[in-house]
Every structure is written in C-alpha cells, then in structure tokens.
C-alpha cells in the first residue's frame, strides 16, 4: 500500500477540537493497518506504521486529547504520542523551547504515556526559542485581550525571518551555539538573563549561556532526525499532519494585526486529504486586534464560559464566544482547500436550553448597510470587519443531542447541523458529541471514501 497522508486543520480561531478527531482518524488508522499485521507484529512495540507530525507553531499552542479514560494536554508534543505504533515528529517549522520540551516531555511520561526516540523525533531544522525571546515576549503579555502568549514565538519567528534564528541542530552543541550568540544578538559576549528557578537577572557569558541548557541538550540530543528522511521512509504507511492554532490566525489569512506568527493552513509535503475541524459555535482568545462578528452577548457568555471549558489551554485567559460563522467558515474551507469537513462540539451546545436561550448562526454581514453572505475582497482590510454587524438564523436549542441508541441526532441538533450545512454548501464526515475521542458520530470515513 502506498503512503497515505491527511491533514487537520482548524477553519475558526483555534480551540476547535483538532486534536479529538485527528486520535479518532489515528485510532482507525492503527486499527486498519494492525488487523493486517502477524501476530509477532502486534506485540512488537517497534512496529511504527503511522507518523503523526506538527508542522508549524510552537508552545503558543495548546491541543487537548482524551482517550482511555484520561485526559493529556499537549503544547509541543504531537498528539499522536497517545497511541503506540506512531512515530511523532516536531516538524523543521516549528519553534521548539527545548525548556518546556523537556518538561512537557516528562509531564507526559509520568501519566503513563511512553515516549523515547523510538517514537518522537525533532526536525534539525525547527527554530529554537530560547530563555531571551520569552522574556522579551513576556513584556507583552497579560491576562486581558490579545496580548502575547507570553511564549516566545513571535521574537523567534523575527529571528527566522531575520536570519539570526538557531537550527535545533545548532543549539544542540554548546560551543556553536555560543558563536551565534554572539554573531547575532550579543556582541559584546554577554548575555543577562533570568535563569530557571531564580528570581533575578543575572549576566552570563555567552559560553556559560549556552551551558546553563546542557541538561536539555543532553536530554534532547537523542531525539534529533533529520525531518526529509523521516517523511520519505517507505515503512511510514500513514502520514498525519496536526495543525496548530487555525487559518483564521495565520499569517496570510488570519485577521490582522492579531495573527499567530505561522501559517496553519500551509501543510507541507503534499498531504492527500486536508480534513478541516470547525467547532458548533465559535471562541477565541482576545479579539482586540482582530475582529469577530458572530460574538454572543457578554451576559450569556458569562453564563456558559465554565460549562463550554472556554479557557485558553496555554494561557488560561478566559475566551470570548461566539455563534458560528458560516461567512467566515466559507472562506477557511475554500482558502485552505478543505477536502471533509469535522463538527466538534455539538454535545456543548445543550448548555443554551439550560439557561434558556435559542442558538444562532451568523449567515450574513451587514456592513454600513450593505449585505453580504460571501467573503469579499475588502475584508481583509483590518478596519472593515471591526464595524460588521451580524445577520443571524436562529434556532431552537435542545438538551439532548443524541437519541437514546447513542448514534442518532435528535431532531433540533440535527435541525442545527442541517442548516450549517446549507449554508457552507458542504456536509460534515464527523460529528464529536462528546470529549472523548469514541464519542463521534462518523457519517463517512474521510480515508475509506478518499481511497476507495
């Protein structure tokens, strides 16, 4: 069988649900390939058929998966490392905090999930954000609005784009690592920073910088791969794409000024399928750089934010909601050339009958009177959208999506999705009705259909 690829990207403003579908699909896909394995094969823990890989972003994004009765946060990891028989790989365009690596790395070891070089690798080539592009980071960052992730991420995008930037093969020896430090951003040899565990600035030396990280360099070293070899390897049957953050916060077709620093849509090496993951309503963490047309009422908000889990999983800000946005999802889905869609989500949306309001879908943008379901050249202007105001259907809400036999929608959730439907001109694959990632109603297997 040839390699077969799938990508997963977010058509909202993050928090979508990515990675709950992208184990669903990695579960199928362990399952398809180890029913065709010998019995000596199955109990190899070697077998590494699948490769899961995040491509772009760094600890700025935060992607949640439950399965197996457990939950694991994850930041830089691929999520992929929840299942045996993958191999996860931190892809040439992310940013990679070889601090908090190693951290989440042993976060995730000690609830119960194995992770060696057998089955993680890191790209020589990603960007390497270091103790420095945090703190500057950190000058910007609060708990209100859109302020940084306080991570790092946009100080280390500056350094690639610069060319002053540090290839995690390059990090990985002490002396070269001390010589571009001092060829790009401190010349006179010297570096103040403030190190893990202590409370003040100190001033090192550029070598004894480059020192304070040798317990991850020595931790990390194994990990390293070379990202070419690894996507061209023959043994790899599938190959699965996680994106991080979404469209809407990408660099080209994000909302500008407040977009992420990659490009989530961009997916290198040719996937076969670009599966795109929208959530049943909308959320998003700060808007005062960007806009978003469909938000709810803050009163509302407020009063389903706890129960919706709508905290940002890196930052913990509280995020603002919204109602879905069918003018917005279009454009994702044509500009990211979406090939299946996902709803995630729909469970959470019985919250509304709970405390008694109808659900809405924002169908249209009325601008200065004028009023348009398409997405048009102009909006991506950074003043137009700001002033847009929604044109809403609404809906009955329901408090119980799923009939008694677990896999059939009831009539007003399915009224629901009907009409996100019509509207975007395009059906969902997959529908999450709960957290876990079983918890799915599955109407077509994107890869049985896409290979059949």
Same mark, same amino acid.
């Given at each position: 069988?040839?390699? /077969?690829?799938?990508?997963?990207?977010?058509?909202?403003?993050?928090?979508?649900?990515?990675?709950?579908? $992208?184990?669903?699909?990695?579960?199928?896909?362990?399952?398809?390939?180890?029913?065709?394995?010998?019995?000596?094969?199955?109990?190899?823990?070697?077998?590494?058929?699948?490769?899961?890989?995040?491509?772009?972003?760094?600890?700025?994004?935060?992607?949640?998966?439950?399965?197996?009765?457990?939950?694991?946060?994850?930041?830089?990891?691929?999520?992929?490392?929840?299942?045996?028989?993958?191999?996860?790989?931190?892809?040439?365009?992310?940013?990679?905090?070889?601090?908090?690596?190693?951290?989440?790395? /042993?976060? $995730?070891?000690?609830?119960?999930?194995?992770?060696?070089?057998?089955?993680?690798?890191?790209?020589?080539?990603?960007?390497?954000?270091?103790?420095?592009?945090?703190?500057?980071?950190?000058?910007?960052?609060?708990?209100?609005?859109?302020?940084?992730?306080?991570?790092?991420?946009?100080?280390?995008?500056?350094?690639?784009?610069?060319?002053?930037?540090? /290839?995690?093969?390059?990090?990985?020896? +002490?002396?070269?690592?001390?010589?571009?430090?001092?060829?790009?951003?401190?010349?006179?040899?010297?570096?103040?920073?403030?190190?893990?565990?202590?409370?003040?600035?100190?001033?090192?030396?550029?070598?004894?910088?480059?020192?304070?990280?040798?317990?991850?360099?020595?931790?990390?070293?194994?990990?390293?791969?070379?990202?070419?070899? &690894?996507?061209?390897?023959?043994?790899?049957?599938?190959?699965?794409?996680?994106?991080?953050?979404?469209?809407?916060?990408?660099?080209?077709?994000?909302?500008?000024?407040?977009?992420?620093?990659?490009?989530?849509?961009?997916?290198?090496?040719?996937?076969?399928? &670009?599966?795109?993951?929208?959530?049943?309503?909308?959320?998003?963490?700060?808007?005062?750089?960007?806009?978003?047309?469909?938000?709810?009422?803050?009163?509302?908000?407020?009063?389903?934010?706890?129960?919706?889990?709508?905290?940002?999983?890196?930052?913990?800000?509280?995020?603002?909601?919204?109602?879905?946005?069918?003018?917005?999802?279009?454009?994702?889905?044509? +500009?990211?050339?979406?090939?299946?869609?996902?709803?995630?989500?729909?469970?959470?949306?019985?919250?509304?009958?709970?405390?008694?309001?109808?659900?809405?879908?924002?169908?249209?943008?009325?601008?200065?009177?004028?009023?348009?379901?398409?997405?048009?050249?102009?909006?991506?202007?950074?003043?137009?959208?700001?002033?847009?105001?929604?044109?809403?259907?609404? $809906?009955?809400?329901?408090?119980?999506?799923?009939?008694?036999?677990?896999?059939?929608?009831?009539?007003?959730?399915?009224?629901?999705?009907?009409? $996100?439907?019509?509207?975007?001109?395009?059906?969902?694959?997959?529908?999450? &009705?709960?957290?876990?990632?079983?918890?799915?109603?599955? /109407?077509?297997?994107? &890869?049985?259909?896409?290979?059949?």
């Amino acid at each position: 069988m040839n390699k /077969r690829s799938i990508a997963f990207v977010g058509g909202q403003w993050g928090d979508e649900g990515k990675a709950k579908i $992208l184990t669903w699909v990695l579960r199928f896909m362990r399952n398809d390939l180890y029913s065709n394995l010998d019995l000596f094969e199955k109990d190899t823990e070697k077998v590494k058929r699948i490769l899961t890989q995040r491509f772009q972003g760094g600890g700025n994004a935060g992607h949640t998966a439950k399965t197996g009765g457990r939950k694991y946060a994850f930041h830089q990891v691929p999520s992929g490392i929840v299942y045996s028989g993958t191999y996860n790989l931190m892809g040439e365009g992310m940013f990679v905090n070889p601090r908090e690596l190693l951290n989440e790395i /042993r976060a $995730l070891m000690r609830k119960g999930l194995r992770i060696s070089p057998d089955n993680l690798g890191v790209a020589t080539n990603a960007q390497v954000t270091l103790d420095y592009h945090v703190e500057d980071d950190q000058a910007d960052f609060n708990q209100e609005e859109h302020s940084s992730t306080g991570k790092g991420i946009k100080e280390t995008a500056e350094d690639r784009a610069g060319r002053k930037g540090m /290839r995690f093969i390059e990090f990985l020896d +002490a002396d070269l690592m001390a010589k571009i430090l001092r060829d790009t951003h401190f010349p006179d040899g010297y570096v103040v920073t403030t190190l893990p565990g202590e409370r003040e600035p100190t001033t090192l030396t550029v070598e004894e910088y480059a020192h304070s990280y040798d317990v991850e360099r020595f931790f990390l070293a194994p990990y390293t791969v070379d990202e070419t070899r &690894i996507v061209n390897d023959p043994t790899f049957l599938y190959h699965a794409f996680e994106g991080a953050q979404s469209l809407r916060l990408g660099l080209n077709h994000g909302a500008v000024p407040g977009t992420s620093s990659s490009d989530p849509d961009l997916v290198p090496h040719r996937p076969d399928i &670009i599966m795109g993951i929208f959530k049943a309503y909308e959320s998003s963490v700060g808007i005062a750089l960007r806009y978003f047309v469909g938000e709810m009422d803050t009163e509302l908000a407020d009063a389903v934010r706890a129960t919706l889990g709508e905290f940002g999983t890196t930052t913990g800000k509280p995020r603002h909601i919204g109602w879905f946005d069918v003018v917005n999802a279009r454009y994702s889905i044509a +500009a990211a050339q979406m090939d299946f869609l996902s709803l995630t989500k729909l469970d959470a949306m019985e919250i509304f009958a709970e405390v008694g309001s109808p659900v809405k879908v924002v169908t249209d943008y009325n601008i200065d009177g004028q009023v348009s379901r398409e997405w048009l050249d102009y909006f991506h202007r950074r003043d137009t959208l700001k002033s847009a105001v929604p044109v809403h259907e609404v $809906l009955d809400s329901w408090d119980r999506t799923v009939e008694r036999d677990g896999h059939t929608l009831t009539p007003p959730a399915k009224r629901y999705v009907q009409c $996100l439907e019509d509207h975007l001109k395009k059906h969902f694959s997959i529908i999450g &009705i709960g957290p876990a990632d079983d918890e799915v109603i599955v /109407r077509e297997n994107p &890869i049985e259909v896409f290979y059949s």
